[in-house]
């Protein structure tokens, strides 16, 4: 079964405001990792926590991490238009795989 | 220049027909990969391999195989398609497996009619 499950779904904003996307995940796990796409291209890495590590900040980007509870958010500050994609988290598999959860399709509206 | 590459783009091609997705990093990582994402958006791993070793397959039917001839290439063949197999399909690298990020080519967008 998948390892990551975000929420929510989709999130529609209007520009300026905050958004917050939650990930949870069932196994232990090394390292958690948020991906953006936009439409129609590949993902990029966003930002990438370790597992003995609780917060993480990367511009507009705010990334926790509560080991106990197996889940991650994914804050983005006074989001923009072009913020507008999806979001996923990403847990390691052991070894060589990375696992994708289904994703949070954002929408920031001007 | 490109950090990961695939081509084609698209591909539009018939039930039963083989076809090869092409892909090429130029990062110098050991560890490729390809993955599934279905018109859901949901993203599947379905192959890993580590300096031209086969290290993950998901239970991917053998109709799907792939070759590494280098540790720059991961290539993806596809015998006998069928409309499930309608998706898009990404190649990705990283330097020490899931330790580290990954870095994604555009995209195959593959449509099997």
């Known amino acids: 079964s998948q390892q990551g499950e975000e929420d929510p779904q989709a999130l529609s904003i209007q520009e300026g405001e905050n958004a917050t996307m939650n990930c949870s995940y069932k196994t232990s796990i090394n390292n958690l990792q948020w991906y953006r796409q936009n439409s129609g291209r590949g993902l990029v890495h966003l930002i990438l926590i370790r597992s003995n590590e609780r917060e993480k900040h990367s511009g507009r980007l705010r990334v926790t991490l509560d080991t106990s509870k197996k889940s991650s958010s994914l804050l983005i500050t006074a989001s923009r238009a072009a913020d507008t994609a999806s979001y996923f988290c990403?847990?390691?598999?052991?070894?060589?795989?990375?696992?994708f959860g289904a994703g949070t399709r954002l929408f920031v509206k001007a | 220049d490109t950090a990961v590459s695939q081509t084609p783009k698209y591909l539009v091609t018939q039930m039963g027909n083989d076809k090869s997705i092409k892909c090429e990093q130029n990062l110098g990582h050991d560890t490729m990969y390809w993955y599934k994402q279905d018109s859901k958006k949901f993203l599947k791993i379905m192959f890993s391999y580590n300096n031209k070793e086969l290290i993950i397959n998901e239970t991917v039917p053998n109709r799907f195989s792939p070759k590494s001839p280098d540790k720059a290439h991961l290539n993806l063949h596809i015998n006998s398609l069928e409309l499930g197999d309608s998706a898009v399909y990404f190649c990705?690298?990283?330097?020490?497996?899931?330790?580290?990020?990954?870095?994604f080519g555009q995209g195959t967008r593959l449509t099997v009619v």
């Open positions: 990403a847990t390691d598999g052991g070894g060589f795989k990375t696992i």
């Open positions: 990705a690298s990283s330097q020490a497996a899931s330790e580290s990020q990954a870095f």
